[in-house]
């Protein structure tokens, strides 16, 4: 039987290689199991648009480096079209959300990789976003010299994944603070774990939180 509980809206983050792709196969089973309706999305991207934007984003364009800024600002041009026209209008037609990323990623990686300031992209996501947040944020973490040898292993690398380590290490101290910063709603799985240990433990956070 399907579930009466309102709609929900769960996003996925991690760095590159932590496993999101993995785990969010693993919700699409535990949601398809209590027949929920359910929709697939990432970021950036979800929309023409946001995946016209996208497309600005992780391009290694040789005639011209995108701005620290620029590229601030181009994900949240991004997340605005994704949350108006797909996000919000899914929740409204009682459809839960699954995405592969949302605003704790232009968190860590403009605030924190980036180094603009984790103050000054939070700035700009309240304004953006108001209180509109995920129900659940599942973090996967891991270490970033094992996740960028898994990111290697599995395709050649966008221009955000090119990256030194050091951008990684200080995007992933950003999702420890957010994940340390919001308890009720977030919670951390060690993406190096066994991919049977990692299903066990995302199943059982989805069965406490969403019954």
Excluded: C
């Excluded at 992209?121 to 129900?135: A, E, I, M, S």
């Excluded at 990111?151 to 420890?176: G, P, Y």
Aim: charged share 25%.
């Amino acid at each position: 039987m399907q579930t009466n509980q309102k709609a929900r809206f769960i996003a996925i983050e991690g760095l590159e290689g932590a496993g999101k792709s993995t785990a969010i196969q693993f919700v699409r089973k535990f949601l398809a199991e209590k027949s929920i309706d359910v929709v697939y999305t990432r970021e950036p991207g979800g929309t023409f648009l946001a995946e016209k934007i996208r497309q600005l984003l992780v391009t290694p364009f040789k005639e011209e480096a995108l701005s620290p800024e620029s590229e601030l600002l181009l994900m949240y041009a991004s997340r605005m079209q994704h949350v108006e026209k797909f996000i919000k209008p899914a929740l409204s037609n009682n459809q839960w959300v699954v995405s592969d990323r949302f605003n704790w990623s232009s968190l860590a990686y403009q605030g924190g990789g980036r180094q603009l300031g984790f103050d000054k992209v939070k700035q700009l996501n309240d304004l953006l976003l108001g209180d509109f947040k995920p129900d659940l944020t599942i973090y996967l973490d891991i270490d970033p010299e094992i996740g960028l040898e898994r990111a290697k292993s599995r395709n050649a690398l966008d221009r955000i994944e090119q990256e030194k380590i050091d951008f990684f290490s200080r995007a992933r101290e950003v999702f420890l603070h957010l994940v340390a910063e919001n308890p009720q709603t977030s919670v951390l799985i060690e993406g190096s774990q066994s991919v049977k240990t990692v299903e066990k433990q995302l199943i059982e956070t989805l069965t406490v939180v969403f019954g």
